[in-house]
């Protein structure tokens, strides 16, 4: 320590302000001898001092930096109560007031001065030198200098000092993210080597809450983690739109475990709804329930959308596979991270629904909060399913304990009764008044315009297409050839056809014409579908694989019709029963446009006239499906036109012969001669 003589002391209040500790720990610093003090008298009262060089070189730098500093010119500019925060304007008004009343008391007779103002000053819990400091830099300073020094050390933590505050920092902020306790641990080593006294955990953590967290973030869990948390995002004004604008769209799994069928032997899942949510009035358009959700579920879920609501003009998805596939799309992009040029798109095969001029376009990949459709998903549906039987949670740590005996005995609701309620929910939430709205969600739909397409239109619209071949046998299709009498004119040719999930039936087209529904007779009895035959497949793989060791799985490999007849059966026992919607009605106030498509009206009405008994129904996953009997969702069809028996090849002859017309060229009849000779 510097000489006695030669050593600089400031009062107890200006070491109190340089270091920023409260007056109690300035105390118990001095009792501990960490800062030098001295007494002065003054006027026969003793004043505490304390020895600059003894304070804490932080506390150090700021007095010489204020005294070693040219004094600043005193400001002309009067002081602008405006600019004051109003906390404290109130305060200095408060004070003056205080002031006005101590004038009075010491205006008064001397010797009742001292008594008075000390019994002013206790009513109001303010010490006499308080009163005194006010009245002295009142006088100096004017209504100014009454302004309390509030928010001084706002923002600032003086419980460490600088260094340990960095290394503190340093060492939270790193990818490997140590915990507080740890870093409290670090911290005492290092205090324990620089011989200075550790801070304690509860200073550790108050003093990291003060770190901005954006900054934490981005240091403790990366860019990715700092894009979703803390970036700022745009906020897109969806009451802009009209309805049928946009919808958006996306898969949800339920935190719920429903069965299949009331049966002791009933599959127990967690069921997949994908759902369409238009923008601009906040509806949920359409939904479709399956085990697991792919490309035609969204069709399905679109279909039940359009007939109620009307086709919307653009879609709004994620970048799943599902949403990416050929079916939506059509090739109109090489890859997720590769986007064509306007021009090629138009060149390319368009979706399955651009003939309606629907839009389909994809969020930016990895960005949820791109899609509004998640948070409504919380909004409605989240605290409804905790009240449901079977609610198991998004996780094992939320899991409820009840799971297991309502598993037990039987309490879980099956797929057609969690319909009818998630149906009730929706109708329900359509019903009430939207906060962003300022009226329910179907009340918005009110003046708005529909464009609908004929329903068995739709069901066309909504089937895969592909180009083959027809050959002498008819047309080959997943390994089956399909036949119809129309398409002997056109062996060697390539038509479209248009096919569902059912297996028995393909509808042909030819150059945008449509020519017949060719039938497989095989794969129409047994009833089986797209699925079944995926199923068939993987068997003949297994078998192949196993045929060495177990003979008996050779069955498989050499009776394929009759394994897949097998699966059909064993598929329809245990066949998810959709719930039966109700015809899909309009919102009130909505005008109606019919959506005409030539061709494929053409083609519906053609079908719908050629009926048969053992016809398909139309495309409506949402029909119930009974035990034994195909499903809605596997017969895209409004109607068959009648089988003809399968002919030999000169009865087929005749047949394209007299469906001929009656020509004399040469040419003509080598081509029905060879026809009748098959």
């Keep these: 320590m510097a000489d006695g003589a030669s050593e600089i002391f400031v009062s107890l209040d200006e070491a109190i302000e340089l270091t920023g500790w409260s007056q109690r720990t300035m105390y118990r610093r001095m009792g501990e001898g960490e800062v030098a003090v001295r007494r002065v008298s003054n006027s026969g009262r003793f004043k505490v001092q304390i020895a600059v060089s003894s304070l804490p070189h932080a506390a150090q730098a700021l007095y010489w ?6 004094p600043a010119e005193p400001s002309s500019d009067p002081l602008n109560l405006a600019e004051i925060p109003e906390p404290l304007r109130v305060e200095a008004r408060r004070r003056r007031a205080i002031l006005e009343q101590v004038e009075q008391i010491l205006s008064g007779p001397r010797g009742l001065r001292e008594e008075a103002l000390a019994a002013f000053c206790r009513e109001r819990d303010l010490a006499p030198r308080t009163i005194y400091r006010w009245r002295s830099d009142y006088h100096a300073r004017g209504l100014g200098a009454l302004l309390p020094k509030w928010g001084k050390r706002r923002g600032q933590f003086f419980a460490l000092s600088t260094p340990i505050r960095q290394f503190v920092q340093e060492t939270y902020c790193s990818p490997q993210q140590p915990s507080p306790t740890t870093v409290h641990r670090l911290v005492v080593q290092l205090c324990a080597r ?23 973030v981005l240091a403790r869990e990366g860019k990715k983690a700092f894009r979703a948390k803390c970036e700022p ?10 309805p049928n604008q946009m919808w958006c769209g996306d898969h949800r799994e339920f935190d719920l475990f429903v069965r299949t069928h009331d049966a002791p032997d009933a599959k127990i899942f967690r069921p997949w709804v994908t759902f369409w949510y238009d923008l601009a009035s906040r509806t949920w358009t359409g939904r479709h329930a399956a ?3 792919n490309s035609d579920t969204i069709a399905m879920a679109l279909r039940h959308g359009i007939l109620r609501f009307g086709a919307p003009q653009e879609l709004y998805v994620d970048n799943g596979k599902d949403y990416r596939c050929h079916y939506l799309n059509g090739a109109t992009q090489a890859s997720r991270n590769v986007q064509l040029s306007p021009d090629l798109r138009d060149t390319l095969a368009p979706g399955v629904l651009s003939p309606l001029g629907v839009v389909v376009r ?6 949820p909060w791109s899609k509004p459709i998640e948070p409504a998903f919380n909004h409605v549906f989240t605290e409804w399913e905790k009240s449901l039987p079977g609610y198991c949670g998004r996780n094992a740590q939320v899991r409820p304990e009840k799971l297991k005996s309502e598993i037990a005995r039987g309490a879980l609701l099956t797929l057609e009764e969690f319909l009818t309620r998630l149906d009730a929910r929706i109708d329900e939430y359509h019903r009430q008044e939207h906060s962003e709205l300022g009226c329910a969600p179907l009340a918005a739909w009110s003046g708005a315009t529909l464009v609908k397409p004929n329903p068995r239109t739709l069901d066309l619209l909504l089937m895969r297409q592909k180009s083959v071949k027809v050959y002498a046998q008819g047309i080959k299709f997943q390994g089956r050839y399909y036949w119809h009498d129309e398409l002997a004119l056109h062996v060697g040719h390539s038509v479209e056809i248009r096919f ?3 297996l028995g039936r393909v509808v042909v087209f030819a150059e945008g014409t449509f020519l ?8 129409l009895t047994m009833g089986a579908t797209r699925d079944d035959l995926a199923a068939l497949h993987r068997r003949k793989k297994v078998a192949l694989n196993r045929a060495k060791e177990q003979l008996a799985d050779r069955r498989v490999l050499m009776n394929p019709d009759q394994e897949l007849a097998r699966i059909a059966a064993e598929a329809r026992e245990r066949k998810v029963v959709a719930l039966p919607a109700p015809e899909p009605t309009a919102p009130a106030g909505a005008a109606l446009v019919k959506k005409v498509l030539p061709a494929l009206d053409h083609a519906a009405q053609r079908l719908a006239e050629s009926a048969t008994p053992r016809g398909g129904q139309a495309l409506e996953q949402t029909q119930t499906t009974t035990p034994g009997a195909p499903s809605a969702a596997q017969t895209p069809l409004a109607e068959s036109p009648q089988r003809t028996p399968r002919r030999d090849r000169r ?14 060229d040469d040419r003509y009849d080598l081509l029905t001669e060879l026809l009748a000779e098959g």
């Design 291 to 293: 085990l697991v959700p």
């Design 516 to 523: 017949c529904e060719a039938l497989n007779d095989p794969a």
């Design 651 to 664: 009865a087929a002859g005749d047949m394209a012969s007299s469906a001929a017309p009656d020509r004399t």
């Design 233 to 242: 995002k745009c906020h897109r004004d969806w009451n802009a739109m009209a």
């Design 362 to 367: 994809h969020a930016i990949a990895y960005q």
């Design 65 to 70: 930096s204020k005294h070693l500093a040219p």
């Design 194 to 216: 620089l011989n200075e006294p550790a801070p304690s955990q509860a200073t550790v953590n108050r003093y990291l809450l003060t770190l901005p967290r954006p900054a934490v």
């Design 500 to 502: 569902g999930a059912e």
